[in-house]
């Protein structure tokens, strides 16, 4: 069973930084693709950020120049560095992963999401 863990998140001052990590366990391959996704209260769930295994990113415009990811794909873990914070970033940040082990399956995972406050 797959299972993805979320840490690093907490408060940030405007302009200040903050790192989450998500690692992935239970499973013996990489994963194909890995990123965030961060869902405000009362608003729905969007992507921040994407990582394909070949190292392609996709940003959201909101945080493009402002935040990073990366991932080590030994550790199975992905990063997301969050420079320049605003208050507007303040979210529950989502880990997603994907997985496909033959042209026709295909799984997502789902971390429990993890809190970041951008306030003074």
């Known amino acids: 069973q797959v299972q993805l863990v979320e840490s690093g998140g907490g408060l940030v001052q405007p302009g200040g930084s903050l790192r989450l990590s998500c690692a992935a366990s239970g499973s013996s391959r990489n994963m194909d693709a890995m990123g965030w996704y961060r869902q405000a209260p009362g608003k729905q769930r969007d992507l921040v950020a994407w990582?394909?295994?070949?190292?392609?990113?996709n940003y959201a415009d909101s945080v493009k120049g402002r935040f990073s990811i990366s991932r080590d794909k030994g550790k199975n873990t992905v990063f997301l560095e969050m420079n320049s914070v605003k208050p507007e970033d303040t979210a529950v940040y989502y880990c997603?992963?994907?997985?496909?082990?033959?042209?026709?399956?295909?799984?997502?995972?789902w971390g429990v999401g993890i809190q970041v406050t951008g306030t003074s």
């Open positions: 997603k992963a994907t997985l496909s082990p033959s042209p026709s399956v295909a799984y997502e995972y």
């Open positions: 990582i394909t295994s070949s190292g392609t990113t």
